[in-house]
């Protein structure tokens, strides 16, 4: 589904970001990105999602390689991917409800297409009695979890999330994480970048480590 050939990235500052990875994840395979702040994790999914383009390589995403996408396409190929950030990006001045609906909205679904699936997303992360309330009003996890009903929405082929659980307590990130491992058993390819290697180490999933852009490590899933 994800396969980096030799990829590199360098930013226009002269950071390389990533320098010459190889790697690949097949279809409804879930694994973790490791490595310390700036190691390049976030550039990774970046270049899954098509929010930068690699210096040199190649990225190819379910046989697509996305080096020659135009940009005209990028937003078509981006309703395939959820993403999840660390710091939410919800729209404060919208519900809960339609930070959820709004990749639908752009999408051009019907209205009521846009609530049954979007009630549906709520209600797998738990937020179905939230629908109407404002994003200020809830806990740092109901946001993240509103962050992934958005992402998930869509039902994407493949879910990417950047230090998910960052802000979050040891519990609620257990749950969060046991939520991504609920989308992966249906299907979804997911991969996340984590630091927190004293939860994701019991997991059982397969860990990618970077160090200065550079795969170090990839051990398989435990069974």
Known sequence: MIRFQNVSKRYPTG?????????????????FLTGHS??????????????????RGQVLVDGQNLRKL??????HYRRRI????????????RSVFDNVALPLVIAGYRHQ???????AALDKVGLLRKEKAQPITLSTGEQQRVGIARAVVSRPAVLLADEPTGNLDPDLSREI??????????????????????????????????????????????A
């Open 15 to 31: 950071q390389e970001a990533l320098s010459n990875v190889t790697l690949g994840l097949a279809p409804g395979e879930m694994a």
């Open 38 to 55: 700036g190691a390049g994790k976030s550039t990774l999914l970046k270049l899954t999602a098509l929010i930068e383009r690699p210096t």
């Open 70 to 75: 135009p940009r005209r396409r990028i937003p």
């Open 82 to 93: 959820g993403i999840i950030f660390q710091d939410h990006h919800l729209l404060h001045d």
């Open 113 to 119: 297409e846009i609530g049954r699936r979007v009630r």
């Open 177 to 222: 994480m046991e939520l991504f491992i609920e989308f992966n058993r249906v299907g979804t390819t997911v991969l996340v970048a984590s630091h927190d290697l004293a939860l994701i180490s019991g997991l059982g999933k397969r860990m990618i480590h970077l160090e200065q852009g550079r795969l170090v490590s990839d051990s398989e899933a435990v």
